[in-house]
Each structure stands twice: as C-alpha cells, then as structure tokens.
C-alpha cells in the first residue's frame, strides 16, 4: 500500500515537474521569438536606410554631374540658324557630344542625351529621333525641378535603369 502511494506521488510530482519544464520552455521560446523578431526588424530597417542613404548619396552625385553637363558652353549654346535647328543641328551636336562621356562605362550609363523641349533626341550616329510627352523630358520643362523615374529593368543590358533629368538654360536664364 505504501509503494502503490509512493509511486502515485512519484508520478504525480513527475507530472508536475515535466508540465512545468514544458511551461518555462514555451514561454523562454516564446520570449526568444519575440526578441529575435525585434531584432531582425531593427536589423532590417537600418540595412534599408543605410541602403537609401547610399542611393541618395549616388543619385546627387549623378545630378551634380548633370547640373554640371547642363552649364557647359556646348549644352547651352543657341548660336544657330533656323536651318540648323531645322536640321536638328544643335541637337546633334549636344548629344554626339555626351557620347565619348558614356560610352566607356556601358555597365553605367545606357545613355546620357540633351533632348529638346519638344522631345527630339539624337543617337550617336547623327539619327534624330523624336519622343513626344516622356515624363523626364516634360517634367523638367514644366516644372524647372530634376526629374528621377522609378527604377526598372533595361531590355538592352539588363541591369537596373533609372532616367535622371534636369533642365538646361542658356546664357538669359531660359530653358
């Protein structure tokens, strides 16, 4: 009689003593969870801004260059006929000009070009292209301010493509 009450005691406290293990698991796990979670958050949320603040300091650094192409004497220039601008000769010479800027870094820049108010554009090899209503041509041109489209992907060389654009003003101030 006294082993039977020894052994329901025995297993009784057993009982007692493995549900309470397993109530202190779950809860440290529990509490662990949640620390680990604030933690990946924390950790996540700084790699995001200091990822912004990098591509902030890469995105001024691009304008500055911008800004400093959209003053140079062959960018501002309106020293021509009406038949070359006509001819979109003035186009013509402002982007052949950016070409020897660009074309070193094809895994940089796709395209640096001087595009006029009504969206003409001209290719290095002299082709004069129009594209009507682009947003990084129009914005500049109605709002004075530097434009940055979205980032996507380019079909040319599948690497990420980002359209940055300011505007150009001659020697009165005029764009």
């Given at each position: 009689?006294?082993?039977?009450?020894?052994?329901?005691?025995?297993?009784?406290?057993?009982?007692?003593?493995?549900?309470?293990?397993?109530?202190?698991?779950?809860?440290?796990?529990?509490?662990?969870?949640?620390?680990?979670?604030?933690?990946?958050?924390?950790?996540?949320?700084?790699?995001?801004?200091?990822?912004?603040?990098?591509?902030?300091?890469?995105?001024?650094?691009?304008?500055?260059?911008?800004?400093?192409?959209?003053?140079?004497?062959?960018?501002?220039?309106?020293?021509?006929?009406?038949?070359?601008?006509?001819?979109?000769?003035?186009?013509?010479?402002?982007c052949q000009f950016f070409y020897p800027v660009y074309?070193?870094?094809?895994?940089?820049?796709?395209?640096?070009?001087?595009?006029?108010?009504?969206?003409?554009?001209?290719?290095?090899?002299?082709?004069?292209?129009?594209?009507?209503?682009?947003?990084?041509?129009?914005?500049?041109?109605?709002?004075?301010?530097?434009?940055?489209?979205?980032?996507?992907?380019?079909?040319?060389?599948?690497?990420?493509?980002?359209?940055?654009?300011?505007?150009?003003?001659?020697?009165?101030?005029?764009?």
């Amino acid at each position: 009689m006294k082993s039977s009450i020894r052994i329901r005691l025995t297993v009784i406290i057993s009982l007692i003593a493995i549900m309470g293990t397993v109530s202190i698991g779950l809860y440290l796990t529990n509490t662990a969870s949640n620390l680990y979670t604030a933690q990946v958050e924390d950790t996540l949320l700084e790699i995001t801004k200091s990822a912004g603040k990098q591509v902030k300091a890469k995105l001024d650094e691009e304008f500055a260059k911008l800004h400093d192409f959209a003053k140079l004497p062959i960018i501002t220039n309106t020293d021509y006929t009406e038949e070359e601008k006509a001819a979109h000769k003035d186009i013509v010479d402002k982007c052949q000009f950016f070409y020897p800027v660009y074309s070193p870094f094809p895994e940089k820049y796709e395209n640096i070009a001087f595009y006029s108010k009504d969206g003409h554009l001209a290719l290095p090899n002299g082709t004069v292209l129009q594209l009507p209503n682009k947003p990084y041509i129009v914005g500049p041109c109605t709002t004075g301010n530097d434009y940055v489209e979205d980032p996507r992907f380019s079909s040319v060389n599948n690497q990420v493509l980002m359209f940055l654009s300011t505007v150009v003003k001659d020697a009165k101030n005029k764009a």
